[in-house]
């Protein structure tokens, strides 16, 4: 689904990010985890083109799509969530999923906002309120809810679980498995080491922009040097 | 109570037209985040193609309103071709270059307008139909401004619907929020981008052809609507069509109540309201503050620095070169040197204020013109000689400065210019309106210099250690801690607020001197010339000053220098060959700004700034 090798990424003169490497496969949930400043958004930008500067291969459903633009990555199935999560405060709930409508694609799941609201509840409830007036929990079910009308092959989440309730990480993590179940790839990115294990397949450590692990989250689990050495605040 | 009826319902028809003018730049504002100076040139555009339009097409009915659809489709295509041909190379450069880039338009639209339409006004015919009057409390109407008044609000019915109704309109409120998330929801920016543009020329070219039966179409219209369509535009908020709707009535009716109530003050009027509300409201009446934008160019400045020592020794050269000029030219080209001089001091004094203190000046002429007109008035009034009026110029223009300065850098962005703008323009306003004092349009003629400075050569001398000896000393000052400071207020406010710098102040008085220094470059000006006329003052000598600092590029103190040298030159050298300078002129600056997006030498800085860092990668 996804093979990138040999990413570099600069912001400016500023090297950010040196030959990170990873791939994911169709139905795979993968985690990137890493410190704060690690690299983790910065890489994700880069996959979905946001990051300019950027060279490397970054192959996705057999396309190199390192040199497109955002909207044409996206369009491909590459489904981005910002860590901010920037939903339209401005617009209705429905409205901010409009803005995320594509086009149905062959071969990924087909969302709709009936099937949406039945994966995300709470929407449903408010479908007509004005987004900058509901609770970071909401907005980030909505950001996450405003990709899938995409209808990505592969949906990039970072760091979802940031700033949320336990009770809302839990729901988070039973959202993504759902999207796991509906056979889509999902790329998260967490410093939550807790809520990585609770739903990923594989594992990446990211330190400095470089990958310093790369294994199936047990692996990661009984590697306790590795935890140690990049984790470990 | 009749004639408030009436005066109401006047004001009621021109805020129609202030409206369908302010809303398109409004919606562009909103989505490119360009503010488009060309727009008043669309609003012309679309008044001059209905003009000829309709003296093809006939009076008719079908051949009036079929000429004014026709013209806002011509001038909507023309939108669209400057968007996908110019706008789009520029959308990464910084705003203030892609606004740069629109004045190039209005340049070569002007001198376009006078080649195909001739200098004289054109009158267009009464609208067929509605040529006659209505009687509305026993006083006839016309019964074309009726129609104006259901035409506003029809227009503002059509766009709501289509903002709130269709896909394209969600995705434009989006965008006017976050563009860069709604392309990262696969959204194509370009064709939004373009749609939009050509949706806001389409709303200026009908305002302007809507103008046919109530106006003489003329080449001036372009930046008088410009001028009004950003006060209704900053008082409703940019992005905002509801905010320019409530703003244009609020203007319409200024207007139609000002001129009756205080006739010498209409200009004045509608600038003291713009001010007052910006100064309750710094964002309007419903806009949102600015900061919010995401998406847009953000460029890491390069930090001020010293000159190498390579350079010094260049500045030297040039200096010598400077003094030796007066051996080589004759009278007319030293007093050609001596405006050069002269600019570049305004240019190095708009730079102070932009570059070292980071606030956005549309209205640095205010201080300019009042520094020419304090050190003429001193002479006419109190007979101070020569050197005596140069003296207190920058005291005048630096106590002005203080004064709109106050209001001013409270805001940021955009509507820091424009409120700077309206106080240029009441300056503008009161010197022109003051016939007993200021000469109004006549201006003040004698202003010679003493006698001692007649000569083109002595006066070339004189500009040069005035100019020279202000310019280093305000580079003095960019490099003292005030300097460093106003820098630190400029990249960041909320950090210089956190470690206890008051932000306010600091900005203020940065503001008063930068004001003060331009009243220095006034005054010589106005002996130059032996005359200030109010067209110091003009927006055009804003522009002007904003073009030669932005040519030579805003991170480099030798900028304005080399920009303000630039630009006098081509101006002068290039009105000697043709009648189109204003054209070749407009070009020039759009190639410049695609080829130099960081200004003259701004390009040299970061050329240098990559060898040095070449240099140092290879020697570790």
Known sequence: MLEVSGLNSFYGRAHILSDVALSAAAGEVVALIGRNGAGKSTTLKSLVGLVADRRGRIVFSGRDISRLSVHEIVRLGLGYVPEDRRIFTELTVEENLDVGTQAPRSGVPHWTRARLFELFPNLAEMRRRPAGRMSGGEQQMLTIARSLMGNPALIMLDEPSEGLAPRIVEDMGRAILAMKGEGLSVLISEQNLHFAKMISDRAYIIEKGRIRFDGTMQALAADEAVRDAYLAV | ?620
């Not at chain 2, 139909?129 to 019915?157: M, T």
């Not at chain 2, 009446?285 to 390069?302: D, M, Q, T, W």
């Not at chain 2, 190498?308 to 003094?323: E, H, Q």
């Not at chain 2, 000697?576 to 070749?584: I, K, L, R």
Request: aromatic fraction near 12%; include cysteine; proline fraction near 4%.
């Open chain 2, 1 to 620: 109570m009749d004639f408030v009826v009436i005066q109401s319902l006047n004001g009621l028809a021109t805020a129609s037209t202030l409206f369908l003018v302010a809303s398109g730049l409004s919606i562009i504002f909103g989505v490119t985040r360009v503010v488009n100076f060309a727009h008043g040139s669309f609003y012309m555009l679309g008044a001059y193609i209905a003009y000829t339009l309709v003296s093809r097409l006939g009076g008719s009915v079908a051949g009036f309103w079929g000429s004014i659809a026709l013209a806002a489709a011509a001038v909507a295509s023309l939108g669209a071709a400057m968007e996908t041909t110019l706008l789009r190379r520029v959308y990464k450069a910084p705003e203030l270059l892609q606004l740069l880039a629109t004045f190039g338009v209005v340049l070569i639209v002007q001198d376009l307008v006078l080649v195909i339409w001739g200098p004289s006004d054109l009158l267009g015919p009464r609208a067929p139909g509605l040529a006659g009057a209505v009687n509305i409390l026993g006083q006839p109407f016309p019964q074309y401004a009726l129609f104006l008044i259901l035409f506003g609000p029809l227009v503002y019915a059509g766009l709501w619907l289509l903002f709130h109704r269709t896909r394209w309109g969600t995705l434009v409120r989006a965008a006017t929020q976050d563009r860069e998330m709604v392309a990262a929801l696969g959204v194509n920016q370009a064709w939004l981008f373009t749609s939009v543009f050509t949706l806001g020329a389409a709303l200026a070219g009908m305002g302007g052809a809507l103008q046919l039966p109530l106006v003489a179409v003329n080449h001036t219209m372009d930046l008088q609507s410009i001028v009004e369509a950003f006060v209704v535009v900053v008082i409703g908020g940019f992005g905002s069509v509801t905010g320019a709707l409530l703003a244009a009535v609020i203007i319409g009716e200024l207007n139609a109540f000002g001129i009756v109530i205080f006739p010498d003050l209409t200009l004045v009027l509608t600038f003291v309201a713009m001010a007052i509300i910006l100064v309750v409201r710094p964002w309007g009446l419903l806009g949102k503050p600015e900061a919010a934008v995401r998406g847009g160019a953000g460029s890491i400045e390069l930090p001020m620095r010293p000159l190498a020592p390579r350079l010094r020794l260049f500045a030297l050269g040039v200096g010598l070169v400077l003094l030796a000029l007066p051996l080589v030219l004759g009278n007319y080209g030293l007093s050609v040197a001596s405006e050069v001089l002269i600019f570049a001091l305004f240019a190095v004094s708009l730079h102070f204020i932009m570059g070292t203190g980071g606030m956005i000046s549309f209205g640095h002429a205010a201080y300019f013109g009042l520094g020419a007109y304090g050190a003429a008035l001193l002479m006419k009034y109190l007979m101070f000689p020569m050197l005596g009026g140069i003296l207190f110029a920058p005291v005048v223009a630096g106590l002005g400065a203080l004064v709109f300065g106050w209001f001013c850098v409270r805001l940021s962005g955009v509507y820091l210019a424009m409120l700077t703008l309206a106080f240029a323009q009441i300056t503008y306003a009161i010197v022109f309106q003051w016939y007993g004092f200021t000469g109004g349009d006549n201006g003040l003629i004698g202003i010679w210099p003493a006698a001692w400075a007649s000569s083109a050569t002595a006066y070339y001398y004189l500009c040069l250690a005035l100019c020279g000896g202000a310019a280093l000393l305000l580079r003095r000052i960019a490099f003292a801690p005030f300097g460093y400071t106003l820098r630190a207020c400029r990249d960041s406010g909320l950090r210089a607020d956190a470690i206890g710098i008051d932000l306010a102040t600091h900005r203020w008085l940065g503001f008063a001197l930068g004001g003060a220094f331009a009243g220095i470059a006034g005054a010589l000006y106005a002996f130059l010339k032996g005359s200030v006329f109010p067209d110091t003052i003009s927006i055009s000598t804003s522009i002007d000053g904003l073009v030669m600092v932005l040519l030579g590029g805003i991170q480099t103190l030798v900028g304005p220098i080399v920009g303000a040298a630039t630009y006098k030159t081509l101006h002068v050298t290039m009105s000697s060959y043709t009648n189109q300078w204003q054209a070749v002129l407009g070009v020039i600056i759009i190639v410049l700004v695609i080829a130099f997006p960081e200004g003259i030498m701004g390009r040299f800085a970061r050329t240098a700034e990559a060898r040095t860092a070449r240099a140092g990668d290879a020697a570790p």
